[in-house]
């Protein structure tokens, strides 16, 4: 009963968000022609008459009655086209935008926001967010930099202080905040039912407060809320780019739910049903539609790996203006570990055997599987060598749910008599991560299609012999298993992890040396110099440059 209450509460939250959808549904049947209604309101927002006529008009004024009044010949197209989306907002006043529009800029430069309303998360996508910030300060020192981020409860010096402790980035200019006071929106808890769906609608809520609080010439995504992208260019009039980590849909998503796969998002009542399925596939096809429509209104696409790029050539259809940014990795600094370590690793083993998992503990992540595949290794290996096993996880959490999902975690661990094997460290600052890279033999990631992989590519950089899902963007971009240039292992499931695992266990010194050194040599092209070259690159056009030194989408 309870899963039905809450499948019910969910539709409750998204039919107001959804009428227009079902218009938008009947009235277009290609992208041009949404593309064509856009376009038709962007040129009657810039239209002076109008704006005068708005400026005079004390009153809010009803989007819908300025459309139909603007020529009788377009009448119906433009109350077909607007009804659509503009509706749950008819009663904006327009003015506010027209004056922001026409006071957005500042003496000297461009306006830039960045949307990222985790800022604050301490992840893989922060460190991408705070590195473009960085590269964009020091390349046009004159434009003004704005974050809109959700992180209420924390002031500018706070965020500033984790990105220096956490990330290891100075941020060397001034830098402003926005505070969204709607992110609970865009919570996947939000929506028990319909999530994808629930969390795209409920971002166009939450760019609707951005929005609102500042206009930026230039509007950049770095979170993945794609439904942010025609929101800013259409009603801000901005320049629009998105970095996309992990697109929302993917096929890989269709075919799994398409062959009854039970799964983090393909919940197991779902994949036990054939009509229940068959009605998810109609919804996600549905979704993959909706996210081509808002996707390709970007100006500019950066994605972080050849995975992401594949997935967002085929669901976008926008080859052209898409390019592949690889994410920024501490290579040099993780590197200076390794060095240190090297020298006590290089001639003799270890008495304990580390092995690191780094990750948020996000669902998809998948740290059971690192627990089950540990459980498995125990089976393989001597006792001897199994008590000198220790599986160190490394993550921070972003809310209670993560907290919960720690604690499960912890649960997993008595139920598989593992408690003795198993350290967890939440939180930690950069130094003392820096601190357990270098007591590590083995790194360990498990999560099936990581989109790139940052922790992936910095234990590598640090002297652990990784081992990574065999999938995504480890499979793809970063881990080679060919004989002679092995750089590490790459596992599908908890068997061939522990076999893995066992295998370096195994190994003499020098063996183990001979893959750190390969694995070292080929991280350098995922440094932070190469991401900040690439970012800037990217959005060249948006101040008079061109993107320069493309090759097969990669900059």
């Known amino acids: 009963m309870p899963q039905y209450q809450s499948a019910l509460s969910t539709v409750f939250i998204l039919v107001y968000l959804c009428e227009y959808l079902v218009d938008l549904v009947e009235y277009f049947s290609t992208l041009e022609e949404v593309t064509a209604a856009l376009k038709y309101?962007?040129?009657?927002?810039?239209?002076?008459?109008?704006?005068?006529?708005?400026?005079?008009?004390?009153?809010?004024?009803?989007?819908?009655?300025?459309?139909?009044?603007?020529?009788?010949?377009?009448?119906?197209?433009?109350?077909?086209?607007?009804?659509?989306?503009?509706?749950?907002?008819?009663?904006?006043?327009?003015?506010?935008?027209?004056k922001k529009r026409s006071s957005k800029g500042f003496k000297g430069g461009k306006t830039i926001g960045l949307f990222h309303p985790y800022c604050n998360a301490g992840g893989g996508g922060e460190k991408v967010l705070w590195c473009a910030v960085r590269a964009l300060q020091l390349k046009y020192p004159e434009s003004k930099l704005v974050v809109y981020t959700g992180d209420v409860?924390?002031?500018?010096?706070?965020?500033?202080?984790?990105?220096?402790?956490?990330?290891?980035?100075?941020?060397?200019?001034?830098?402003?905040?926005?505070?969204?006071?709607r992110r609970r929106w865009v919570e996947a808890d939000?929506?028990?039912?319909?999530?994808?769906?629930?969390?795209?609608?409920?971002?166009?809520?939450?760019?609707?407060?951005?929005?609102?609080?500042?206009?930026?010439?230039?509007?950049?995504?770095?979170?993945?809320?794609?439904?942010?992208?025609?929101?800013?260019?259409?009603?801000?009039?901005?320049?629009?780019?998105?970095?996309?980590h992990y697109p929302t849909i993917t096929c890989d998503m269709v075919s799994r739910v398409q062959i009854r796969v039970s799964a983090h998002n393909n919940r197991a009542m779902i994949a036990n049903s054939a009509t229940l399925t068959a009605g998810k596939l109609a919804y996600y096809k549905l979704f993959a539609w909706m996210y081509r429509l808002v996707g390709c209104c970007s100006d500019t696409i950066m994605v972080n790996s050849s995975w992401t790029q594949?997935?967002?050539?085929?669901?976008?259809?926008?080859?052209?203006k898409t390019y592949r940014v690889y994410p920024p990795c501490d290579v040099n600094d993780f590197k200076a570990i390794s060095m240190l370590v090297d020298k006590d690793k290089k001639f003799g083993a270890v008495k304990t055997i580390k092995i690191i998992s780094l990750g948020q503990f996000r669902p998809e992540k998948d740290h059971p599987l690192q627990l089950h595949a540990l459980h498995r290794l125990r089976d393989i290996l001597p006792v001897e060598l199994w008590d000198n096993i220790k599986l160190?996880?490394?993550?921070?959490?972003?809310?209670?749910?993560?907290?919960?999902?720690?604690?499960?975690?912890?649960?997993?661990?008595?139920?598989?008599?593992?408690?003795?094997?198993?350290?967890?460290?939440?939180?930690?600052?950069?130094?003392?991560?820096?601190?357990?890279?270098?007591e590590g033999t083995i790194g360990l990631h498990t999560m099936w299609n990581e989109h790139f992989g940052i922790g992936i590519v910095e234990l590598m950089a640090a002297g652990l012999i990784m081992v990574a899902h065999r999938s995504g963007g480890p499979l793809m971009d970063i881990i080679q298993e060919t004989e002679g240039s092995r750089n590490g292992f790459l596992a599908s499931n908890k068997e061939e992890y522990a076999e893995a695992f066992a295998a370096i266990v195994k190994m003499s010194p020098q063996e183990r040396q001979i893959i750190r050194d390969s694995a070292r040599a080929s991280v350098d092209r995922f440094s932070v110099q190469e991401f900040e070259s690439g970012f800037l690159?990217?959005?060249?056009?948006?101040?008079?440059?061109?993107?320069?030194?493309?090759?097969?989408?990669?900059?």
């Open 41 to 98: 309101f962007q040129d009657m927002s810039h239209d002076k008459t109008q704006v005068r006529a708005l400026q005079s008009n004390s009153k809010k004024v009803d989007i819908l009655d300025i459309l139909c009044g603007l020529k009788e010949d377009h009448e119906e197209f433009a109350i077909n086209s607007i009804k659509a989306i503009w509706i749950p907002v008819s009663n904006v006043d327009i003015r506010h935008f027209a």
């Open 392 to 438: 160190v996880i490394i993550g921070s959490c972003r809310n209670e749910d993560d907290q919960r999902r720690v604690l499960s975690l912890k649960d997993l661990c008595k139920e598989l008599s593992l408690e003795g094997n198993v350290v967890f460290r939440v939180n930690i600052t950069y130094e003392e991560l820096k601190q357990e890279l270098g």
């Open 310 to 320: 594949a997935h967002i050539n085929e669901l976008w259809e926008c080859p052209g």
């Open 537 to 555: 690159k990217a959005l060249a056009p948006f101040f008079g440059g061109h993107v320069q030194d493309i090759l097969q989408g990669e900059i």
């Open 190 to 244: 939000m929506y028990p039912w319909f999530t994808l769906l629930g969390q795209s609608l409920g971002s166009v809520v939450l760019g609707f407060e951005a929005l609102a609080a500042f206009t930026p010439d230039i509007y950049i995504d770095t979170m993945g809320y794609a439904f942010t992208l025609p929101l800013f260019k259409y009603f801000g009039g901005c320049q629009v780019a998105s970095y996309v």
């Open 153 to 181: 409860d924390t002031t500018t010096n706070d965020i500033l202080r984790q990105c220096r402790n956490k990330l290891n980035i100075d941020i060397p200019g001034h830098i402003e905040f926005v505070y969204l006071h």
